[in-house]
């Protein structure tokens, strides 16, 4: 299985700035994309951005312009820059993958990471 962690996570005011990391290890042939979810206090979990190895990339319409995902392939690591916060951003934040391996999927999900946006 693949072992995802994030770090990164943290309290910061409204306008600042975070990044968030995402490193996976194990079982991490096949990736073909990788990505943040959040899900905020009695709120579903949403998708925020994902990437492909490829480098392909899809934004929630919340985060767009504000927040960019990056993925290193070669460390098998997604990164989350996130400006321009809002108190709204306030949630915790998922890291996850997919992976392909003789032609099935594959997912898998971290921890997560508490984001908190004060006004």
């Known amino acids: 299985q693949v072992r995802l962690v994030e770090s990164g996570g943290g309290l910061v005011q409204a306008g600042e700035s975070l990044t968030l990391s995402c490193a996976a290890s194990?079982?991490?042939?096949?990736?073909?994309?990788m990505g943040w979810y959040r899900q905020a206090p009695d709120k579903q979990r949403e998708l925020v951005a994902s990437?492909?190895?490829?480098?392909?990339?899809n934004y929630a319409n919340s985060v767009k312009g504000r927040f960019t995902i990056s993925i290193d392939n070669a460390e098998n690591t997604v990164y989350l820059q996130m400006n321009s916060l809002k108190p709204e951003d306030t949630a915790v934040y998922y890291c996850?993958?997919?992976?392909?391996?003789?032609?099935?999927?594959?997912?898998?999900w971290g921890q997560g990471t508490q984001v908190t946006v004060s006004s």
């Open positions: 996850t993958t997919t992976r392909v391996v003789a032609g099935y999927e594959y997912g898998g």
């Open positions: 194990g079982s991490t042939l096949g990736i073909s994309s």
């Open positions: 990437i492909t190895t490829g480098g392909s990339t």
